[in-house]
T-cell receptor, first 116, second 116 residues
Framework: GAVVSQHPSRVICKSGTSVKIECRSLDFQATTMFWYRQFPKQSLMLMAT?????????EQGVEKDKFLINHASLTLSTLTVTSAHPEDSSFYICSARRLAGAGTQYFGPGTRLTVL | TQLLEQSPQFLSIQEGENLTVYCNSSSVFSSLQWYRQEPGEGPVLLVTVVTGGEVKKLKRLTFQFGDARKDSSLHITAAQPGDTGLYLCAGLTGFHGSSNTGKLIFGQGTTLQVKP
């Protein structure tokens, strides 16, 4: 199976600071990666689609200046939460899709962000 | 807005019982993926169904894709405590293999608890 890693798995930061989360596809190339946010006992909410070499596509209601996405290579996408506030505390999950196939997406283990 | 209605949202059963989870939509999907998620972890892919009417089996789990590719079901036979978790269905929409576009639409999730 395809493996997607995320780093860090947990991060605690002070309000007003920025936090960067990395997402890597370890054994396949992913031209497209996705960033999701999940609240307790709820399903996943798509935040943005990250395309290698181009600007990310953000879902309605997601602030692109607050959630900066960089997809610098075929195996790495980063999400930076800028000027984090307590309401940004959440579980952030990335996923990657293989270039070929039925469009199956493989998910990372998630990053728990707590903003104090 | 495309929706994927998943039911039931909560299910608590005794070990050995059978259960079925349903995902229904008015939209046609290129494929449908089922995931299982443990608390604090990312979703793990169980299966991808692509063809209308397709049935896939994974040990005690049986997945079916509707003939019209608008709905799917997950049936678990003789549930065990190890089956406890959050089950998510996700339909792929707007997918074009050559350009790797498209995104997953998630159901609300089914929280399954299997008591010993």
């Amino acid at each position: 199976g395809a493996v997607v890693s995320q780093h860090p798995s947990r991060v605690i930061c002070k309000s007003g600071t920025s936090v960067k989360i990395e997402c890597r596809s370890l054994d396949f190339q992913a031209t497209t990666m996705f960033w999701y946010r999940q609240f307790p006992k709820q399903s996943l909410m798509l935040m943005a689609t990250s395309n290698e070499g181009s600007k990310a596509t953000y879902e309605q209601g997601v602030e692109k200046d607050k959630f900066l996405i960089n997809h610098a290579s075929l195996t790495l996408s980063t999400l930076t939460v800028t000027s984090a506030h307590p309401e940004d505390s959440s579980f952030y999950i990335c996923s990657a899709r293989r270039l070929a196939g039925a469009g199956t997406q493989y998910f990372g283990p998630g990053t728990r962000l707590t903003v104090l | 807005t495309q929706l994927l209605e998943q039911s039931p949202q909560f299910l608590s059963i005794q070990e050995g019982e059978n259960l079925t989870v349903y995902c229904n939509s008015s939209s046609v999907f290129s494929s449908l993926q089922w995931y299982r998620q443990e608390p604090g972890e990312g979703p793990v892919l169980l299966v991808t169904v692509v063809t209308g009417g397709e049935v896939k089996k994974l040990k005690r789990l049986t997945f079916q894709f509707g003939d019209a590719r608008k709905d799917s079901s997950l049936h678990i036979t003789a549930a065990q405590p190890g089956d406890t978790g959050l089950y998510l269905c996700a339909g792929l929409t707007g997918f074009h293999g050559s350009s790797n576009t498209g995104k997953l639409i998630f159901g609300q999730g089914t929280t399954l608890q299997v008591k010993p």
